[in-house]
């Protein structure tokens, strides 16, 4: 959730899926967390009602989308459980899902981007580079922080540098440039 939007309790959200508009359909069930009060900045007493346990704890709890809409570069969301935007401002850096089973399968080279922790990253000359330790959007694209025991880089996820995605073995094969191993010893 990035940001509380008008007065009456909508929200404005950065969908991370190609389907937003089905994802976030009216009537919807989705699931709202908070992965953790430290990394998310929200102090325990400020989390929204239902999404801590009354001792600061935070807690998953399921809403029901009762309207949707594109908007710029987001969606504005009013949840059933929402009504003001002193209650949507608590929303900020909450986390809301659906269950996999919800979701169209990824198709070919495609996966979910949850699913890219902890997936191997190998190179067709060195070998195994390392894991997907997490990844981050630049408005050029999908970025892969790849960590191994003797290297670190971060690997844009594009035809460029991806040749193939094993979902099944969790395995991404990379082309990396001349030079880049060497550059990050």
Known sequence: MR???GLKGELFVAPTTNEPGEVFAPGRLVNATVESVNESGVAA?????????????PVARDCVIERSRPFKDGWLLKLDSVDDKTEADRW???????P????????????????LTGMA??????????V???????????????????????????????ERVDREARVIAVKLPDGLLEAAD
Not at 45 to 57: A, E, I, K, T
């Open 92 to 98: 900020r850096g909450v986390t809301l899902s659906v």
């Open 100 to 115: 996999f089973a919800d979701l169209t399968p990824p198709a070919g080279n495609e996966l979910y981007l949850r699913e």
């Open 132 to 162: 997907v330790a997490g990844w981050y959007e630049l408005p050029q694209g999908l970025v892969l922080e790849v960590r191994g025991p003797e290297w670190r880089a971060d690997v844009p996820f594009n035809d460029a540098f991806v």
């Open 45 to 57: 007493s400020d989390l929204p009602r239902g999404l801590s346990d009354g001792r600061g704890n």
């Open 121 to 130: 990253v190998r190179d067709e000359p060195h070998g195994e580079l390392g």
């Open 3 to 5: 940001r509380a939007f």
